[in-house]
């Protein structure tokens, strides 16, 4: 399973049929995050894994992945989504596409994000909303904008020393951000433009990229 892309489906807002049936095709497998179980089932989506605790997902939409493995994890340490991504990290899967988190009450879309904090750290996580994706930089700087794309970057868990900012209109160099409203409604100005950050810094940059 080492260096595989898998496709965790929770059971928020999925984005545009567009966006994430390429992204189950692409799976090498298909997680179901509880309740994710009943909205897969109603796409069509069949689950490899149904894992959570399972009190929002009925008996008749687990049915519907007769071939899933079935992983009721009642504990209540960690969300069922960061059950899911901790499986992940402890089954070799090296990134994961994450659809179903958008909508619902804002307390879990802003639990969407801390997971992010609490994936395991080689683990590559992308979310995909209505309007956009996010993910945490990684090493690489190079990110995934075109140009004319609107990006908004947030510090997450600490601060971010030494930013800097190529192929935007607001391009900054050593700066330092913490968690604010500095980083919104930015716009690449070309492919693929450049963000980095220092490996000293106490956070993680949280990188928004809109359709």
């Known amino acids: 399973m080492s260096g595989t892309r898998w496709l965790v489906a929770a059971a928020g807002e999925w984005p545009n049929s567009a966006i994430w049936r390429p992204l189950a095709e ?42 899933a493995r079935i992983i009721e994890d009642s504990g209540q340490e960690d969300s069922d989504l960061v059950k899911a991504l ?9 990134a994961v596409d994450v659809i179903g ?23 590559a996580v ?31 868990g600490g601060d971010i020393d030494d930013l800097a900012m ?5 391009e900054v160099e050593s700066e330092r951000l913490s968690f604010s409203t500095r980083g919104l409604h930015n716009t690449a100005t070309m492919d693929y433009p450049e963000i ?5 810094s106490t956070g993680r940059l949280l990188v928004m990229i809109f359709y």
Do not use: M
């Open 26 to 67: 692409a799976a090498e497998g298909i997680i179901a995050v509880d309740g994710g179980a009943g909205e897969s089932a109603l796409n069509g989506v069949r689950a490899t894994v149904v894992i959570g605790d399972l009190d929002s997902a009925d008996q008749a939409a687990i049915s519907s992945h007769p071939e």
């Open 101 to 123: 988190v958008g909508g619902g009450r804002t307390d879990h879309v802003l639990g969407t994000f801390a997971a992010l904090l609490e994936a395991p750290t080689k683990l």
């Open 126 to 156: 992308k979310l995909y909303f209505a309007d956009c994706t996010a993910t945490v930089l990684g090493s690489d700087p190079v990110i995934d904008a075109r140009k004319g794309q609107q990006v908004s970057i947030f510090a997450l």
């Open 86 to 94: 901790k499986w992940c990290g402890e089954n070799g899967v090296a």
């Open 166 to 170: 190529c192929g935007f209109e607001y």
């Open 196 to 200: 980095s950050i220092s490996d000293n």
